[in-house]
Every structure is written in C-alpha cells, then in structure tokens.
C-alpha cells in the first residue's frame, strides 16, 4: 500500500497496521516540560536572554505591537531562545469612531478629557469631572460605564451593541502574522484582568492569567487553557509576597520538582526588569541543578501548549511495511474548535523497530531522536488539518539524527571583530559585561541568526567590559562562554 503523495484528508482509512504507536506525552519523549515568561521584551532584556544561554532554558515574552522596540523583536525572535505571545492588553479597544485599537481614554487619568466625549463614554457634561485611575477596562467597566453601548457584560455573557473588543483582538492577530509569519497561539492577560476571556478564548489555544499556585498540569481542555495559571513566579514571591531569595527559590524548585515527578508542565512567570540583582541567575542556575540528569525539555510557551493540544488530537497512529520502507500514519481529529493554524511543532511518536524490516538498522526519513537500538522518537509534521499524516522511514549509512547534546563553542577577539566556531551549527548572539560584572548588566552588542558552525561579528571598539557569546543549536540547545 503506497500512501506518499496522495492527499489523505476525509478518507476513512485503515491499514493493518503491524503495531500500534503512541505520541509521547512531552516533546521529544521528556519527561517533564520547563517553560519561563516575563511581560514584556525591556531595554535590560539581555540580561536574561545571556542567563537563557548560560543554563540552557528557552525563555518566554508576552510581546505587543504597541509597547516594544519593533526591529529588537525581530531580532530577538530570528535568534530563536525566546519564544513570543501576545501581551493582551484590557485596556485597549476599537475607538467605535476613529476605528484606531489604541488605549481606552482617559485610562490612565484622574479626569474624563474631550476625547473620551468624543468617544462615546461620557457625555460632554462629564468632561473635567474626576475619575479612577486605570479605569475603564474593556470589560464589566466599559460595558458599565456606557450602559451596554460597549464593552462586555461578565455576568450575563453579552457583548455591547457595538463590539470593540473583537476587532482588537484581530489587530493583534494580524500585527503577528505580518511581523513573524505565522499565526499566534498563545497571550497573558494583561494588568491580571481576565474579564473577557470568554470572548478571547476563540483565538487563543492558551491564555496565561496571573495567578502562581503550584500548577503543573500537562493535560487540559481548551476552556481550562484559555485562563491557565502559572506553577509559580521567583520574582512575585520576593517582591510581593515578602519571602527572602532563598525560600522564594526553594519553594519554586520544590514545584519544579514535583512537576517532573508527576510528569507536569512547569512555569514560571516574573518580571525581568524588576528582578534583584543576581536573583534571576541564581533562581536558573539552582532550577538546573534540581533537574540533574532527568530527562527534561525547555520549550517556550507556545510551543509547550501547541504539542499540548495536538497529542490530545491523536485518533490512532500505526506502522506497517511498504517495500524496504516502513510507513508511520497519524490520524487527528480536533473536537474542540481550535485554531489548527496556529499549531506549528510537530507530533513526537514513540517508536519500537523491534521485528520490523528495520531491526537493528540506522534509518533517516524525518526528524528523528535515537533513544536506543532500534528504540527511536520520531518527529511527525502536523498538515493543520484534520486527517492523517504520513512519514516514510528507510534503512541510511549516514543517519543524521537530532542532537541534544550542548554545543561546543570556540572564540576570540581581534581589533573589535569577535570570531566563533562551534561543533554543531547554531546561532550566536554576543554580549559585554562591565569588567568583572554580573551577567544581569549584560547588552547585546552582536547577534548572527544565520545557522552556521562559522561566525564573524563586528562589535565595534568595547574598552572595560568582559565579552561573552551565546551560541543555540537547531534543537535550541544553547551555552555561553567568555572570550
């Protein structure tokens, strides 16, 4: 039976499969899932994208179209350590008269102004009288203030006669697609409010809410991800809740480590720029330690929720064999109305070659993960559809498997030209640090996102600083070094 090439979407077929497989519960076969967000992408954002390369984690940032440094975006994103959502902001509408999604009037204001007259959300008598700070929000306030004009009616599940919240919504949508190529699956909430999660739910595979309560759950339903709370927030638990740096520490890698225990999804969410001194280092560096060797994937935000969903989908998945080739079939079924193009990891299956025509044997034909002798994880592609998906697997001498393993960097420094080769193809980012300072005051001063094992990178002349290069490999495996 030779399925390649043939558009499978709608047939209800069913080969007789020699065995039956499975999709591993985390990517790549871990056992357990790491994920670390901040709101924001900050002018001090370096100082932690460097403690990413440091510990090898994949770092997290809720970004906006509205706050952040449009072209350091892009340049963050092409480098490939931190993963991007959606800081949803709940005080932002459709203006129902300028059509312009900007921040509500007066928002920020002790007093209503002409604008917000002009708007619809006062009358002209109300201009000059004083008002809450941070009020309206787009939600119960809005829908409150203009007796059902605009905004959302929490209680009773009703949008305003003239709807401003979705179009925002769109804006942000679109503003992501134009700028990264591909559709968003993931946002925050932003200031916690989480009012009109009932009407955001529709474009978000996952939407993160504020609150820390020791949640690691790897298994949850669209309704339940669309207001998912974080395991904890390293930052939150010193600044806010008042523990000292080593409880607050010690509590998130006692979650840390009952979420690998049980096979969990842990993360974190902490204000970067509000992070003391070496907390942020410290908090990293003894999350690795409490992971040891145990068998645990770094993955940004969206790409976590992203496999989340798309293992939930799988219908049935087999092997049978077709000549010298052993096919893989993978039939998903979406029943909870999600956005499948907002999908874009690939579904990692378990695969046993033991008395198959493959026994014994290298093989090439996907991304594929060597666990052991004929003991494999195989990277199936996902078509954003509905439907079956097809990889072909066949006997190699020259396998080429994906590498996990850190990647080895050399460097140096000539005139203000930094040189790089690594053992593997990555991309590199260079840093400077005030002589003998902490990694937090770092700044990048060069960035290659290019995937090569060969760089050369003009920093210009840099006097009383230390120089450090970051380097992450396909499989987003990272270190850092001092030149």
Same mark, same amino acid.
């Given at each position: ?262 096979? *969990?999804? +842990? /993360? #974190? ?7 003391? %001194? @070496?907390?942020?280092? &410290?908090? $990293? ?32 998945? *087999?092997? +049978? /064999? #077709? ?7 993978? %039939? @998903?079924?979406?029943? &909870?109305? $999600? ?145």
């Amino acid at each position: 039976m030779k399925l390649s090439g043939l558009n499978l979407k709608g047939i209800s077929l069913r080969p007789q499969f020699e065995k039956e497989l499975q999709p591993t519960k985390h990517k790549y076969g871990a056992d357990a899932t790491i994920t670390y967000t901040t709101d924001q992408i900050k002018e001090d954002y370096a100082g932690k994208e460097i403690l990413g390369f440091k510990y090898n984690f994949n770092l997290h940032a809720f970004i906006t179209p509205f706050y952040n440094d449009q072209n350091l975006l892009e340049e963050i994103y092409s480098t490939g350590l931190i993963g991007y959502g959606i800081y949803y902001q709940t005080e932002f509408w459709q203006n129902p008269v300028t059509k312009i999604v900007e921040s509500i009037p007066d928002f920020y204001q002790s007093t209503w102004s002409q604008k917000s007259a002009d708007s619809g959300l006062i009358t002209q008598s109300q201009v000059g009288t004083a008002k809450t700070v941070n009020y309206p929000n787009h939600g119960q306030q809005l829908f409150d203030l203009t007796n059902g004009q605009y905004g959302y009616d929490v209680a009773n599940n009703v949008v305003g006669q003239v709807d401003v919240l979705t179009p925002a919504v769109k804006y942000y949508h679109d503003w992501y697609l134009n700028k990264f190529g591909k559709a968003i699956s993931n946002a925050s909430y932003g200031y916690g409010r989480r009012q009109p999660r009932y009407i955001i739910k529709d474009w978000f595979l996952a939407i993160r809410n504020s609150a820390k309560d020791n949640y690691w759950n790897y298994d949850f339903n669209h309704t339940l991800a669309t207001d998912r709370p974080m395991s904890e927030g390293v930052n939150y638990l010193t600044k806010d809740v008042g523990l000292s740096r080593a409880d607050a520490i010690a509590q998130c890698n006692a979650t840390l480590d009952s979420a690998i225990v049980n096979n *969990g999804w +842990y /993360t #974190d969410f902490s204000h970067w720029h509000t992070s003391l %001194d @070496t907390e942020y280092e &410290e908090y $990293l560096s003894s999350q690795r330690n409490v992971i040891g060797n145990r068998n645990v994937i770094s993955l940004d935000y969206g790409t976590a929720v992203e496999y989340q969903f798309l293992r939930r989908m799988v219908r049935r998945i *087999g092997l +049978y /064999t #077709d000549g010298a080739e052993i096919v893989i079939i993978t %039939d @998903t079924k979406d029943f &909870e109305g $999600l956005r499948l193009n907002q999908i874009h990891t690939s579904l990692s299956v378990e695969v046993d070659l033991t008395g198959t025509i493959l026994q014994g044997k290298e093989i090439t034909g996907a991304k594929i993960k060597k666990v052991a002798t004929d003991k494999f994880i195989v990277e199936v592609p996902y078509t954003k559809r509905d439907g079956f998906s097809v990889v072909r697997l066949k006997e190699t001498n020259v396998p080429s498997y994906l590498n996990f393993d850190l990647p080895i960097i050399t460097a140096s420094i000539s005139n203000s030209k930094v040189t790089v080769t690594t053992n593997q193809r990555t991309k590199v980012v260079i840093y400077t640090v005030p002589t003998g300072g902490i990694l937090n005051q770092a700044i990048a001063v060069g960035r290659n996102s290019v995937l090569s094992t060969s760089h050369e990178i003009e920093i210009g002349v840099q006097t009383g600083k230390d120089i450090y290069v970051g380097a992450i490999t396909d499989e987003k495996q990272s270190t850092l070094v001092k030149v």
